[in-house]
């Protein structure tokens, strides 16, 4: 197992349990257990993330967070890594924030720890790069990977996507967030409620506060603003990466991103 030593290495957890199980929409698509182990473009979902990552300069060990360890195993690349020593398999918790704080508390040298998540199909490894060493140059506590909507909707002027409307224009999230030490892991609470807060706008006044879901709805504050709002009220210095990829928020929810998602990586490799 690798020590974290090196300055510009991080530890990875990548969180891959299933909260629907094999009632997942996208899961159903191939009969499957979990939406991260269905094929796509020829490659099983969860192998193409954890290659990605695997390929960084910044990635130390990867820790895949899922269920049980023989769905890992069940895949020959994955299994590959696990004989390596490259990859690591720690159990699910309840929820996201279960499952942060118990992968936390489970890894040996566990920080700086870069959260991803297995149906980021769309993420390589130099949006993982990217993310990293803004974080480590930052020096800030905890960091969050966000695109501005400029650049995705250049790249996908008629795509339909949920922003969050801000002061300085719309946002979306890249589902990669990054602690760099256990006092900065209380910010992953957030997550206690579920996520989804752009779909879910009760979550943000749970998850923030009425002061933050004000400014929020209401669009009275940039985006920086709200990251310095935050860190005081968690105590932390939160920073936001800005992502200057149009396909690093995209992930993989439902049966239409499914579709979108291998066109694109088959776009990717030149096919139509």
């Known amino acids: ?4 030593s ?19 929409a996208v899961a159903q698509l191939q009969g499957v257990s979990h939406k991260c182990l269905v094929e796509l473009d020829g490659e099983i979902m ?50 996201l924030f279960a499952s942060i704080m118990d992968a936390a508390d489970t890894i040996p040298a566990p920080y700086p ?22 974080m480590l140059a930052s020096g800030a506590d905890a960091a969050v990977a966000m695109t501005p909507a400029s650049t995705i909707l250049e790249a996908y002027p008629d795509g339909k996507r949920a922003f969050h409307e801000l002061k300085d224009g719309g946002w979306s999230s890249c589902n990669l967030y990054g602690v760099a030490n256990a006092q900065a892991i209380r910010a992953a ?10 779909k879910q706008p009760r979550r943000i006044l749970k998850a923030f506060g009425l002061r933050f879901m004000l400014m929020y709805r209401f669009s009275l504050a940039t985006i920086d603003q709200l990251a310095r709002y ?9 920073a936001v ?17 499914f579709v979108r998602t291998e066109a694109i990586l088959k776009a990717r490799r030149g096919e139509d």
């Open 241 to 257: 990466v800005r992502m200057p990829f149009a396909d690093a928020p995209i992930d993989v929810d439902n049966p239409g991103d």
């Open 113 to 134: 720890l870069v959260v991803s998540t297995g149906d980021n199909a769309l993420h390589t490894a130099e949006m993982f790069d990217h993310f990293c060493a803004e």
């Open 46 to 95: 969860l192998a193409r993330v954890v290659r990605e990552i695997a390929q960084s300069r910044h990635a130390g060990d990867i820790w895949v967070s899922i269920e049980d360890e023989a769905l890992l195993r069940q895949v020959p690349y994955l299994a590959r890594l696990m004989e390596e020593g490259r990859l690591y398999f720690v159990p699910a918790g309840d929820n």
């Open 189 to 198: 609470r957030v997550f206690e409620t579920g996520g989804q807060f752009g």
């Open 1 to 4: 197992m690798a020590t974290q």
């Open 230 to 238: 935050l860190s005081k009220r968690w105590g932390v210095r939160l």
């Open 6 to 24: 090196d300055g510009d290495k991080v530890t990875v957890l990548v969180l891959a349990a299933s909260r629907a199980g094999p009632h997942d």
